[in-house]
C-alpha cells in the first residue's frame, strides 16, 4: 500500500494548473501537521495494511512544509504500519523552496526521493507559466537535490505552452537532459477550463498549440530520451538504470493507495470495518473544513464509493496500459479470477482490430500498447471498454 | 325598399338598451359603460344575436392587405375599437393575431375574421372584416380569405412606401376583381412623406393618388375616414337570402370540444341549428350546432343570412371534413358548388427528427395536434440511419417552415432538428420499364434515394418562382449580382419613384430556399424587400451529388443539386464535414462525387497523439466517467465503412445554417 499525503498549500497559483491548492498568508503548521499524522493514522488503521511500500508527499506544494511535519507523518505511517527501510518516499518539491539546507533537513526527516518541478529551463516561459523560480535557480535545486538524493532525483518538464516552437522545445529538452538525473517526467500542458492561461489562449492573447505540432514534439521527445538511456515507461514518464517511481507504478497497476489530506484522492478496501471491496475515496477539499472533520472524527473522508468487479477491471485497463509492461496476465487475473484477457480481448472485436492496425499486442505476457499505440491510447480505450462490458 | 323599414325597426329595438347610441352603434350585447372597458373582447353573452336586420345592402366583406410591419394588425385593432366591437383601451396589440407566434414575429399565420358593427348616415352596417396573413408563403390562405370579400384595404407604410409583398397582395387583389382602397399609414412619423408613397401607387397600380387616405392607425388618425370608404368604395356581396343555401368553407380551426369549427362565407340562403346540409365535396350530411359570428371571438346567433360572414359547427369530427374551398348546402337541395381553391402545394420539404429519440412519440403527437390547424403541411414517415425515427415535411415555404417549427416549439414545447430545405424536383422518364413501374411518365421527386439515373430519364425539371424585390436604387449593383450568382433571369426593372426600384426575376425555387432572403437584407442593409410567387417548372440540368467518407458514399449527405453550383456545394459539403468529424486513428478522405466522378475532396488527417499527459489518483474518477462516456457514445455512432461520424456531425451538416 502507498500512502499519499497532500499539503494542499502553495506560495503562489500558476498560470496553469487547477489542483487543489490553496495560497493563504500563513498556515498553522502545527494545526494541519496534527491532522495529517491523526487521519494517516485512522485511514491506515481503516485499510489494515500491513506493509507500507512507498509515501509520497504530493500537494500544493509540500516543499513548503517544514521538515518537522514530513518527519511526524512518517511517524505515524510507521507507527501504524510496517514502513520498510527500503520503501521509496517522494517529495514533490519546486525549485524556489529547495535550497540544500532545507533539502538536507527533508532528508533527515526520512524524504529519500525528491521530484523537482523544474518545467521549463526558459525564463521566459517559466514568466508565462506563472511559476516563482528563474531557470538559473532550477538549475540550482536540482544540483542540490542530486548531491542529497543521488540518482533518485526527477524532474517534471513541460511542453506545448501555447506559442512555443519545436525547435524551442528540443532545445529545452537537450539542455535537461544535460541536467537530470535519472527520472524525467514530460507533461504535454493541459489548458485547463479557468485557469489564467486557457483564458488567455481562448480570449485569443494566446495561440492555440496544433495538434499536429504537440505529436511532433512528443514524439521528438521520445526519441531523444531513449536515445539517452531512458526507458519510456508510462506515457509522461522516462527513467534509466531501474530509477522507475515505486509509487507511481502502483497508481497505474490499481494497487491500493491511501489519499491523506484535504482533496486527496484513495483506492482501497476499508478491511477494518468489516468492508471487501476497493472503494474510490475522497477527502474533503477544503482545507479548513477537513481540518475540522479530521478532529471531530479522525478523517476527512468526503465520499466513498464502492467500484465494482467492471469499474475495478476498467480502471486496470485504463490505467495499466499507459505503461509499457502494459497490463501482465498475472495482474488482469487479480482482479478477474475467473474472466481471462485472453477470453475478453483476444476473441474477435475491437482489441484484434486495433492489433491488426498495430496498436495494440496481446501476447504470452499480456496486453500492451506498441510504440505507436501509446501515443493514441485515449482513442483505444473507450473501443476496449466497449468489449470489456460486453463481457 | 324595404330597407328603409327594417332600419326603422332595427332602430326601435335598439334603443332601449342603447341608449347612448348615437352616430357609433355598440353592438347589442355589449352594455356600455365602464364594465365593457375592462373586457379586452367583447362579452360572449348567453342570448343569441339575431342577424336578420343586416340585410345583404347593409353588409361590407373585405379584408386588410399589406407587407409586413406596415401596420395591418394595428389598422384592425383600431377598426374593432372604433365599432365597439372591443374596448378602446391602450392594451389592443394585434387582438386579430392569436398565436404566440404572430405576436412575436408582427405577422399574421392563421387569418381571424370579425365582425363589426358601424352606424353611417342614419344606416347600420355589418363590416366584416377577414383578416389575411401578410406573407406570401400564405398567399393561399389571402386568397380564400379575399374570395369571401368583395374589397380590400390596402395599407402601405408612409416611410417604407411600397414594397415586395404590398405588389405581391395588390395583384392578389387585383386579380380576384375586388375594389381596392389603398391607405397610407404612419403618417405621424418624421420621415413619413405620403405624397411620394401616393406617386408610387399611381404609377405601380394605377390608382389616382387623391383616392389614397392618409391615415395613422397607431394614433388613430382618419379610420373613421376608412371606414367611410369602406362602406362606400365596396360593394355589399351579390346574393339573396330567399335562393337556396350556398355556403362557402374559407377557414376551418378545431376545438378539442367541439370539434371543427368552419368559418363560412353565405353566397345564398340562410342557415340556422337544426338545418340538414350537405357537403358538395364529400357529399356527407351534418346537422347544425350553432351558427354565429366572429366578435372576433364565436358569438352565436339565431341565423346567419346571405352575404354574412360567420361560423358554423355541425358535428365534423376531422378537419378534412371541412375542406376549405367546399360548398355547403341543404339536404335535398343541392346547387353549383363554388370554385373552391386548389388545394396548396408543399413548395419546400425538410426533415424533421426529435433531438431524442425517447421523444419521438411526443413529437408525433405535436405534429398531429398541430397539423389539425395547418392542413397544408404534408407529412410523411421518414427514417435516417444518422438522425433515426423522423419525418419529412412539406411546407408552402420558408417561412412557413420557421413558422410551423416555432409553434412546435412554443405550443408544445418539443424542440426538434431540421434539416436544410430541399424542393419537389420532377423528371420526365424515358425508359419505358420505369414508367410502367410509376404508371406515369412525370415524377416528383422530394427525396435524393428516389432519383433516377440520367440513361433512363428524358428531361429533369425544378420548380421555379417569380421574384418581386423593392430595393433603394444603391443597393441595385449588388442585388443583380446576388441574383445572377443565384441563377436567376431578370424579367423586369421599373423605378417606381426617383430613388426606388421593383425588380422581377424568374429563380430557380432551390437558389432562395436556403439563405436568400437573408444575403439580400444583409447586403441591403435590411432596405431590400423580397416576395415571390409559383411560376411553375422548368427544365434543369440536374444532378445527384455524393459524399463519400473513405470511398463509401453517406447516404443521408447526398443531394440534388444544378450541375453548375455542384463544385461549390461540394466543397462546402466536405469543409463542414472536415470540421464536423472528429480526428480518428486514420486518415479520412472526405469527398463529393458525382457519379464516379471525384469534384471536392477534404482531408482529415489521422490522430498522431491522443493521450492525456497526466493520470495520477485525484484524476481518475473524473477520466474514467469521460472515458465511459465515450465508449456510450460510441455505440451510437453512425459507422459508414470503418469511419465513425457521431450524430451530431451530420446535424450540423445537415441542419439550416440560420442567424449566422
Known amino acids: 500500500s502507498a500512502p499519499c499525503p497532500q499539503w494542499p498549500y502553495c506560495r503562489k497559483r500558476c498560470s496553469y494548473c487547477n489542483f487543489n491548492k490553496y495560497v493563504v498568508p500563513a498556515v498553522d503548521e502545527v494545526a494541519v501537521r496534527a491532522c495529517l499524522v491523526r487521519e494517516a493514522r485512522t485511514l491506515l488503521r481503516l485499510s489494515q495494511v500491513q506493509s507500507v511500500t512507498s509515501v509520497f508527499f504530493g500537494g500544493g506544494t509540500p516543499s513548503l512544509a517544514s521538515p518537522r511535519t514530513i518527519a511526524a507523518v512518517l511517524e505515524a505511517v510507521a507507527g501504524a504500519a510496517h514502513l520498510p527501510a527500503g520503501a521509496e518516499i517522494t517529495l514533490e518539491a519546486n525549485p524556489s523552496s529547495a535550497g540544500t539546507p532545507r533539502l538536507a533537513g527533508f532528508r533527515a526527516a526520512g524524504i529519500n526521493r525528491l521530484s523537482i518541478g523544474v518545467q521549463s529551463l526558459d525564463d521566459a516561459e517559466l514568466r508565462l507559466l506563472g511559476r516563482e523560480h528563474t531557470a538559473a535557480e532550477a538549475w540550482g535545486a536540482v544540483e542540490a537535490a542530486q548531491g542529497l538524493f543521488p540518482g533518485r532525483t526527477s524532474i517534471d518538464l513541460l511542453f506545448g505552452l501555447p506559442g512555443q516552437s519545436q525547435g524551442a522545445w528540443a532545445r529545452g529538452l537537450e539542455a535537461a537532459l544535460e541536467l537530470c538525473d535519472n527520472h524525467v517526467s514530460l507533461y504535454q500542458l493541459t489548458l485547463e477550463r479557468g485557469t489564467a492561461l486557457a483564458a488567455r489562449v481562448s480570449g485569443g492573447a494566446l495561440p492555440t498549440p496544433p495538434q499536429d505540432l504537440l505529436a511532433d514534439m512528443y514524439q521528438t521527445a521520445r526519441a531523444m530520451l531513449v536515445a539517452a538511456g531512458f526507458r519510456h515507461y508510462e506515457v509522461s514518464n522516462f527513467a534509466r538504470k531501474g530509477a522507475l517511481s515505486t509509487h507511481n507504478l502502483s497508481y497505474w497497476r490499481a494497487e491500493q493507495y491511501i489519499g491523506v489530506g484535504p482533496g486527496a484522492h484513495g483506492r482501497f478496501v476499508p478491511r477494518g470495518e468489516g468492508g471487501c471491496s476497493r472503494e474510490a475515496r475522497v477527502q474533503t477539499l477544503e482545507p479548513d473544513a477537513w481540518m475540522r472533520e479530521v478532529q471531530s472524527q479522525g478523517h476527512g473522508t468526503r465520499r466513498r464509493v464502492v467500484l465494482s468487479p467492471l469499474e475495478q477491471l476498467e480502471e486496470v485497463l485504463a490505467l495499466g496500459l499507459r505503461t509499457d509492461e502494459g497490463i501482465t496476465h498475472e495482474h488482469w487475473g487479480h482482479f478477474s479470477p475467473h474472466l481471462s484477457l485472453e477470453a475478453v480481448f483476444g476473441v474477435p472485436g475491437e482489441a484484434k482490430d486495433l492489433q491488426q492496425q498495430g496498436w495494440l499486442v496481446l501476447d504470452g505476457s499480456g496486453l500492451r500498447c506498441t510504440w505507436e499505440g501509446l501515443a493514441l491510447l485515449d482513442s483505444l480505450l473507450p473501443e476496449l471498454l466497449c468489449q470489456l462490458q460486453r463481457r | ?660
Open chain 2, 1 to 660: 325598399m324595404a330597407l328603409a323599414g327594417r332600419t326603422a325597426m332595427r332602430w326601435a329595438r335598439l334603443r332601449s338598451p342603447c341608449p347612448a347610441a348615437a352616430l357609433l352603434c355598440l353592438p347589442p350585447w355589449l352594455p356600455a359603460g365602464p364594465v365593457a372597458c375592462e373586457r379586452l373582447y367583447s362579452s360572449r353573452g348567453k342570448e343569441k344575436l339575431d342577424m336578420s336586420t343586416y340585410p345583404v345592402e347593409s353588409i361590407r366583406n373585405f379584408s386588410i392587405i399589406a407587407h409586413v410591419d406596415h401596420g395591418k394588425s394595428t389598422l384592425a385593432d383600431r377598426l374593432l375599437e372604433i365599432t365597439g366591437t372591443i374596448a378602446k383601451t391602450g392594451r389592443n396589440k394585434q387582438v386579430l393575431d392569436k398565436l404566440q407566434v404572430e405576436r412575436e414575429r408582427g405577422i399574421t399565420v392563421k387569418a381571424q375574421s370579425a365582425s363589426l358593427f358601424y352606424s353611417h348616415e342614419g344606416v347600420n352596417y355589418l363590416l366584416n372584416l377577414i383578416d389575411t396573413p401578410g406573407h406570401v408563403d400564405f398567399s393561399y390562405e389571402v386568397s380564400r380569405s379575399l374570395s369571401a370579400c368583395q374589397g380590400v384595404i390596402l395599407v402601405v407604410d408612409a416611410n417604407e412606401g411600397v414594397q415586395a409583398q404590398t405588389v405581391a397582395n395588390f395583384y392578389l387583389a387585383f386579380e380576384a376583381q375586388l375594389a381596392i382602397i389603398p391607405v397610407i399609414n404612419k403618417i405621424d412619423l418624421k420621415n413619413a412623406d405620403p405624397e411620394r408613397v401616393e406617386k408610387q401607387i399611381e404609377k405601380l397600380f394605377d390608382i389616382p393618388a387623391d383616392e389614397c387616405v392618409r391615415i395613422s392607425a397607431k394614433q388613430g388618425t382618419n379610420i373613421g375616414k376608412v371606414l367611410q370608404k369602406v362602406i362606400e368604395k365596396i360593394p355589399p356581396p351579390h346574393c339573396n337570402t330567399a335562393d337556396p343555401l350556398k355556403a362557402l368553407v374559407f377557414d376551418s380551426t378545431f376545438d378539442h370540444y367541439r370539434g371543427v369549427i368552419a368559418n363560412i362565407a353565405l353566397f345564398g340562403g340562410e342557415i340556422q341549428k337544426g338545418h340538414k346540409i350537405v357537403s358538395a365535396h364529400t357529399k356527407k350530411r351534418y346537422e347544425v350546432n350553432e351558427v354565429g359570428i366572429l366578435t372576433p371571438n364565436e358569438q352565436p346567433t339565431h341565423k346567419l343570412y346571405a352575404g354574412q360572414v360567420g361560423y358554423l359547427i355541425a358535428g365534423m369530427k376531422e378537419v378534412t371534413e371541412a375542406q376549405i374551398g367546399d360548398t355547403l348546402f341543404f339536404y335535398k337541395q343541392p346547387v353549383e358548388p363554388l370554385p373552391g381553391f386548389k388545394s396548396a402545394k408543399p413548395m419546400v420539404f425538410a426533415g424533421m427528427y426529435p433531438v431524442d429519440q425517447t421523444e419521438y412519440n411526443n413529437l408525433k403527437s405535436a405534429l398531429e395536434r398541430l397539423t389539425l390547424n395547418d392542413s397544408s403541411v404534408t407529412v410523411h414517415r421518414d427514417s435516417s440511419l444518422a438522425l433515426g425515427a423522423g419525418w419529412r415535411l412539406g411546407f408552402l415555404g420558408l417561412l412557413h417552415m420557421e413558422v410551423f417549427n416555432q409553434r412546435l416549439e412554443q405550443e408544445y414545447n418539443t424542440s426538434v432538428i431540421l434539416t436544410a430545405p430541399t424542393v419537389p424536383y420532377k423528371a420526365i422518364l424515358s425508359s419505358a420499364k420505369l414508367i410502367k413501374e410509376y404508371g406515369k411518365a412525370e415524377i416528383t421527386i422530394i427525396s435524393p434515394a428516389q432519383f433516377p439515373d440520367k440513361l433512363s430519364v428524358s428531361e429533369y425539371l425544378e420548380p421555379t418562382v417569380l421574384g418581386t424585390i423593392v430595393t433603394p436604387h444603391e443597393y441595385i449593383g449588388k442585388i443583380i449580382a446576388l441574383c445572377q450568382d443565384r441563377r436567376a433571369v431578370q424579367k423586369d426593372m421599373l423605378y417606381i419613384d426617383e430613388h426606388r426600384v421593383m425588380l422581377k426575376y424568374f429563380f430557380p425555387l432551390n437558389e432562395i430556399v436556403v439563405d436568400f432572403y437573408d444575403a439580400l437584407k444583409s447586403l441591403s442593409s435590411g432596405y431590400a424587400s423580397f416576395d415571390y410567387e409559383d411560376a411553375g417548372y422548368q427544365a434543369a440540368d440536374l444532378i445527384k451529388m455524393d459524399i463519400l467518407l473513405n470511398g463509401n458514399p453517406v447516404e443521408e449527405l447526398a443531394t440534388i443539386i444544378h450541375n453548375d453550383k455542384a463544385y461549390a456545394t461540394g466543397k462546402l459539403l466536405c469543409e463542414r464535414l472536415k470540421d464536423a468529424i472528429p480526428r480518428q486513428l486514420f486518415e479520412i478522405a472526405i469527398q463529393a462525387a458525382i457519379g464516379k466522378k471525384i469534384i471536392a475532396r477534404e482531408t482529415l488527417k489521422a490522430y498522431r497523439k491522443n493521450v492525456v499527459a497526466k493520470c495520477y489518483g485525484g484524476d481518475i474518477t473524473r477520466r474514467m466517467k469521460l472515458l465511459k462516456r465515450q465508449a456510450e457514445g460510441k455505440k451510437l455512432m453512425r459507422k459508414i465503412g470503418n469511419v465513425e461520424v457521431p450524430r451530431d456531425a451530420f446535424i450540423r451538416v445537415l441542419k439550416r445554417q440560420t442567424d449566422k
